[in-house]
């Protein structure tokens, strides 16, 4: 039996499995509002995997610090004297204040506000205001440093930390979909996060928020009005063609995707004529790959080999389980931050290419913050559908029926690269968001990262 937080209730394996019937496609709404499952969740999804923290320059120097979450624990992202990027846990180690207020800055040091404990930028206890007087000199100052995240690392100047020492590396955690995620963002060349990370409060379960970024249904209907005064357009928001890759653990790519022929369009096409392309702005590309790719904005040549032959036809949305979403054109990252079951904080990163210039940084800054965000046109679309589910979720009779995740369930075959990538490429689906609640099954079924590694999922083969 599975208990975790104050007085939760405990849960079986049988009944954790219960929550979502993988043969049917049908999940227990229940899921998205009892607090005891949520507690599961903080302590066996947040609490275990590798979160999102911070780009590397968001903290270029000594002090520079950001604060952030892994799940409801507040930390602090901070390079410290040597150099390494430190997360500490934002709780004062003598009676649970934060130790840091502002969300992000520059410091030598983090002073308490409570009675002034101060902490060095690596977490140790620095000094102690009465260390003599008051605690006669018995206070043991190694004991008391702020706790420390179990690992910190990076890839392509993305970190992430766990609070599990037995997490695996990053880049296993990660595995191919969750790299060629990042990769979409590094491809861009050099980036620069843009200052001020926006923040919104949705009253909606986490999940919810997460599913849909995976969901290439609902963009006709929900977004009709964004298609009628000409903010972007049908053919680009719910493209017949569509791939998708899953990944270890519960990341996947969903969306749009490129035909192999059409790849081998663009492969054939005069080296010239590919460096000229390579050149060009995502705007500029975006424009000229109408005749080729639907709209999609072809990807540099030199992609290809970072992401394979199959990872390089992805136009679709990332997910790096469990809530980090590498969104549109790959220059925003968003984080889907549990408040509750009933609220989800979601935060969007901006990320600009060094080498753009001043008109294509106006553009892509123009796109973005009319998109996504409080202010984005789509995001307040998608806000209160996902508030509405969640709501709904809450009626004792609405509860009975589960929700319908079967679209495409059983339909479609994953093919096999000789890359050895996989892929399914098919019409509009579900196949992400009932993968994704696959894996989020296993991780709150499992009691350790030894049994999770056991007992995941296989990454699917054959009908799917
Ligand atoms: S709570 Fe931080 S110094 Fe007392
Ligand atoms: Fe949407």
């Keep these: ?28 709404k229940r899921i998205y509002v009892d607090p005891d499952i949520y507690e599961l969740e903080l302590e066996r999804v947040f609490a275990r995997a590798w979160n999102f923290m911070a780009h590397d320059s968001q903290i270029p120097d000594t002090g520079d610090y950001f604060v952030s979450y892994i799940g409801e624990d507040s930390v602090i992202v901070v390079r410290d004297d040597a150099g390494a990027v430190q997360v500490l846990l934002n709780t004062c180690a003598h009676r649970g204040n934060v130790v840091c207020r502002a969300e992000m800055g520059n410091t030598h040091s983090f002073q308490c506000t409570y009675h002034g404990w101060n902490f060095s930028l690596d977490g140790r206890l620095a000094a102690v205001p009465g260390s003599d007087p008051f605690y006669r000199g018995k206070l043991d100052r190694s004991r008391w440093g702020l706790a420390k995240a179990a690992k910190v690392e990076s890839y392509k100047g993305f970190h992430f930390a766990t609070m599990d020492p037995d997490a695996p590396p990053l880049a296993d955690y990660l595995g191919e979909v969750g790299r060629i995620g990042i990769d979409q963002m590094a491809v861009h060349g050099e980036l620069e996060a843009v200052d001020g990370v926006q923040k919104n409060l949705i009253d909606c379960n986490w999940k919810i928020a997460v599913d849909n970024l995976y969901d290439w249904y609902h963009v006709n209907v929900s977004h009709r009005s964004a298609m009628r005064v000409g903010f972007v357009n049908a053919s680009v928001m719910q493209p017949m ?18 035909s192999e022929e059409q790849q081998q369009v663009i492969d054939g096409l005069p080296d010239a004529e590919r460096a000229r392309l390579d050149a060009l702005s995502f705007e500029a590309r975006a424009e000229l790959a109408p005749r080729i790719t639907e709209r999609r904005p072809l990807r540099p040549k030199a992609v290809k080999a970072v992401m394979g032959p199959v990872g390089v036809r992805a136009m679709g949305h990332p997910n790096i ?33 060094k080498h753009y210039d001043a008109q294509q940084r106006r553009m892509a800054m123009k796109f973005m913050s009319h998109s996504f965000g409080p202010a984005g046109l789509l995001e307040q679309d998608d806000g209160e559908n996902w508030t509405c589910s969640t709501r709904a979720a809450l009626g004792r009779v609405a509860r009975r029926r589960p929700q319908n995740l079967q679209m495409a369930l059983g339909e479609d075959q994953v093919r096999l690269d000789p890359s050895g990538q996989r892929s399914i490429e098919t019409r509009v689906n579900e196949h992400a968001q009932r993968w994704h609640y696959r894996c989020w099954a296993d991780w709150l079924k499992a009691a350790s990262w030894d049994e999770l590694k056991r007992s995941k999922s296989p990454v699917p083969a054959g009908r799917v």
């Design 241 to 258: 063609q569509q791939m998708v890759m899953l990944g270890e653990y519960g990341h996947a790519i969903s969306g749009p995707g490129i």
């Design 1 to 28: 039996m599975t208990r975790c937080g104050p007085g939760a209730r405990a849960f079986s394996a049988q009944e954790i499995a219960g929550w979502y019937d993988a043969d049917q496609g049908l999940i227990d």
């Design 321 to 353: 389980f469990p809530n980090l979403w590498i969104s549109t054109r790959a220059l925003q990252l968003s984080l889907r931050i549990p408040r509750g079951p009933l609220q989800t904080e979601v935060w969007w990163f901006t990320f600009m290419p």
